[in-house]
């Protein structure tokens, strides 16, 4: 009995890392669907968002399963509730990689983001990426040193939201409204990815050592 219970626990984590997968793929397609002005490209990570939120879905009941039938304590207790939480920090994810293809589709055939500027996205693309292939790791092998790791790419990610503004409040900015507003939102976007990833990291930490993690 104890042993199906172990599985059943393993499985909620394996599906954790599966969902952290899903929404690394949406902001890649969704980036790349941005970069390039793919109208096909952002329809797909529009579509597959309900693959997220199915997911969501069955972690949730599974969850909550466990916390009514198996009566978990302790390190079991926090891994259930923590679980809850960053299911629903991944959909949001998932949300934003949608806003992106948004973007996307509604500037095609153009594409949304100006030459000028589009260095800077996909850095800020690139390092959500990397943050949420890293909160993979953080989950599937409860590593708390990477989940520290994370807080230096969210200071690259806040200093890109920085520049991004400085880029559409200089006196050379002459895109125009329309790409203004675009590269405001997309930078918010992928800001807030990568809030979620440290949020969800620090979860990990919590559930590791029941401790919630204090940062500079």
Do not use: C
């Not at 095609?108 to 390092?127: G, L």
């Amino acid at each position: 009995m104890r042993d199906a219970y172990r599985d059943q626990l393993d499985s909620i984590r394996d599906d954790l890392v599966m969902m952290a997968r899903l929404v690394r793929e949406a902001v890649s397609e969704g980036t790349a669907a941005l970069l390039e002005g793919d109208a096909l490209r952002a329809e797909s990570v529009i579509s597959a968002d309900a693959e997220i939120d199915a997911l969501r879905i069955k972690l949730e009941e599974h969850s909550f399963e466990l916390l009514s039938l198996q009566n978990p304590v302790a390190g079991d207790l926090r891994m259930l509730v923590a679980s809850l939480r960053m299911v629903s920090e991944f959909e949001r994810m998932g949300d934003l990689a949608v806003h992106i293809a948004k973007i996307a589709r509604l500037r095609v055939p153009d594409v949304a983001v100006p030459d000028k500027v589009v260095p800077m996205i996909a850095r800020m693309a690139a390092v959500a990426e990397v943050m949420i292939g890293k909160v993979e790791h953080i989950i599937a092998n409860s590593d708390v040193a990477a989940a520290v790791e994370l807080e230096e790419a969210d200071q690259e990610m806040d200093k890109l939201r920085r520049n991004s503004f400085r880029e559409l409040l200089g006196a050379d900015w002459t895109h125009g409204v329309e790409p203004a507003v675009d590269i405001a939102l997309l930078g918010r976007y992928y800001e807030r990815i990568a809030d979620h990833a440290v949020s969800i990291a620090r979860r990990v930490v919590f559930l590791v050592t029941g401790e919630h993690p204090q940062y500079a």
